[in-house]
């Protein structure tokens, strides 16, 4: 079988467009990504990992690495706001032909290196600092040219340049916008006390969390229930998180809090949005992935997940037939159905918690959740 396509360029260096550019490469193609950052730096403190996600890294071959530099795990505890433990949830391996972790955490910087120097080591052809200028689409390719003053000719063009993406406002004017659902998550990098050896959830009025990310470190999540997304000076944000921290009188918790005014923390806000872009996720030789088409808030810790997913399903399809619009279509009638059930269910886990609505509901979108995202993509 001859492969849709020779030559790729994929815009975006994050998670979704590191892989498309690994799994195309490692069969051969020729690949271009170009990242608009020229640091190739992303922000952020810690990252969950899932089974189904851990299975995605050992596709793109990398788990071993992600084992060694963060931490592995299994089930997760839930707490009330005083620290009872309410329950340890067991956590099923995803379906695979070998055995994969139920979980884990990494720091998300930590992560990117590792997918970057995956993707140089595939033989990606790496350009930082620009981003495309102009695309025009002709019957037998696609011109782009860029930033730096250059061009290329390709077969196809992955738009993998995340929520806010500039491809989809040029290329899908009709996509929707990302839809903010009235919540924030604040984030830090602390010190793991020993007794945190697994994610551990303390609920309340809103959630607190945390999740190990090395032998040494966790991080903490916590989420807050804002009807408008303001800003918040930077300067006010180890308070504004210490404040917050107050409604959970659980010791462990309360132990963690002088932590959040040392310079290590590195506290992250920022109010959570979501989208959900129906299909066609292609036009043409242009086709969207991750972020782009399906940014999800993360009660389900699958965004970053489903991301790489859909990554990894286009590259097996663009191998699968040598008819480039046959492929894509079989790509997203592959994808459409995970990526929605992610999206929509983590929105409707948000509303019940920002209500205090049905915990069984809560409870059972979740069981219902891991079980179908364990299952074989």
């Not at 917050?244 to 920022?270: K, S, T």
Request: a negative charge; proline letters at 7%; hydrophobic letters at 45%.
């Amino acid at each position: 079988m001859i492969a849709a396509v020779n030559k790729v360029l994929v815009i975006g260096g994050g998670f979704s467009g590191m892989t498309a550019a690994i799994q195309l490469a490692r069969q051969g193609v020729e690949v271009d990504l170009v990242e608009i950052d020229p640091l190739w730096c992303p922000l952020g403190a810690g990252i969950t990992l899932s089974g189904p996600t851990l299975r995605a890294l050992d596709t793109v071959g990398i788990l071993e690495r992600v084992a060694g530099e963060g931490y592995l795990s299994t089930n997760f505890d839930v707490f009330s706001p005083a620290g009872e433990l309410i329950v340890q949830l067991a956590l099923r391996p995803p379906v695979s032909d070998k055995p994969i972790p139920c979980g884990g955490g990494i720091l998300r910087p930590v992560l990117a290196r590792i997918f970057a120097d995956k993707t140089r080591e595939v033989g990606t052809n790496v350009r930082l600092g620009i981003t495309f200028d102009s695309i025009i689409e002709r019957e037998d390719g696609i011109e782009v040219s860029f930033t730096d003053g250059t061009s290329g000719r390709y077969d196809l063009v992955i738009a993998a340049d995340g929520v806010h993406s500039r491809m989809r406002k040029d290329f899908f004017p009709e996509a929707p916008s990302p839809k903010p659902i009235h919540q924030s998550v604040w984030r830090a990098v602390l010190k793991r006390p020993p007794e945190i050896v697994r994610p551990s959830h303390w609920l309340g009025r809103t959630k607190v969390g945390v999740n190990p990310i090395s032998e040494t470190h966790m991080y903490m999540f916590l989420m807050e229930n804002r009807e408008f997304s303001e800003w918040i000076d930077p300067a006010s944000w180890p308070g504004e998180m210490a404040r917050l921290l107050g409604e959970f009188p659980a010791p462990i918790l309360q132990m963690l809090v002088p932590q959040l005014y040392e310079p290590g923390a590195n506290i992250d806000y920022r109010p959570l949005a979501n989208l959900l872009v129906p299909l066609p996720w292609h036009k043409g030789r242009i086709v969207m992935i991750g972020d782009t088409v399906h940014a999800t808030t993360p009660h389900l810790a699958s965004g970053a997940g489903i991301g790489i997913e859909s990554a990894i399903v286009l590259a097996e399809e663009l191998f699968a037939d040598s008819d480039l619009q046959a492929a894509l279509a079989r790509f997203e009638a592959r994808r459409w159905e995970r990526c929605q059930l992610v999206v929509e269910n983590s929105a409707r886990l948000c509303e019940i918690e920002k209500s205090a609505g049905d915990k069984e509901e809560h409870a059972q979108i979740m069981r219902e959740s891991t079980a179908t995202l364990a299952e074989p993509i």
